[in-house]
């Protein structure tokens, strides 16, 4: 995820190049690798550069409810600014007063990486809890079946309790 940017850090303020995305990334989170594609629009600042970017993250993940795994996709509006750590006139690092570590960077060699924006934004805009689908059923919290597959019988089985009595008057309701 890659952009040589050397060329527009030294226009003026304004320029913009467009670029298409496709590729993958990997994410600590996420077993397998993720694929990306898109646009990324990069907008010289007075400071640095202005990321703008629309993508769609495809990624293998396991439903939290069944645990298949399954494909999901997630689309990204990403907006940041990317700070220049040298000055390409004078070779020295630039000093900011408003920019901190929490910012993202140019690399020395004027390549900007998306690929911690991503991830970051991939966090942020996945669900805490994955569906392989809207209606999924999950496992069977007796016998661990796949209830999306097959129909067990558990909650048709007597079970042998100290509230035995309560479990006869409790009636499922679906």
């Not at 527009?8 to 690798?33: A, H, P, R, Y």
Request: hydrophobic residues 35%; charged residues 30%.
């Amino acid at each position: 995820m890659d952009f040589k940017v050397a060329t527009l850090l030294k226009l003026s303020s304004g320029n913009k190049i467009m670029e298409n995305l496709s590729g993958s990334i990997e994410v600590d989170w996420i077993t397998d690798e993720c694929g990306v594609d898109g646009s990324v629009l990069l907008m010289k600042t007075d400071v640095g550069i202005w990321v703008s970017a629309h993508l769609i993250v495809t990624m293998r993940t396991e439903c939290g409810s069944c645990l298949e795994e399954y494909k999901d996709s997630v689309n990204l509006q990403i907006e940041e600014e990317y700070f220049p750590t040298i000055n390409l006139i004078t070779g020295e690092k630039n000093r900011f007063e408003r920019v901190d570590e929490n910012n993202f960077y140019i690399r020395e060699d004027n390549i900007l990486d998306l690929s911690d924006a991503i991830g970051q934004y991939i966090s942020l805009q996945s669900p805490l809890n994955f569906k392989c689908m809207e209606n999924c059923r999950g496992l069977c919290t007796e016998c661990g079946i796949n209830l999306n597959h097959v129909d067990c019988d558990c909650r048709n089985k007597k079970k042998d309790t100290k509230l035995m009595t309560l479990l006869e008057n409790y009636t499922v309701r679906d």
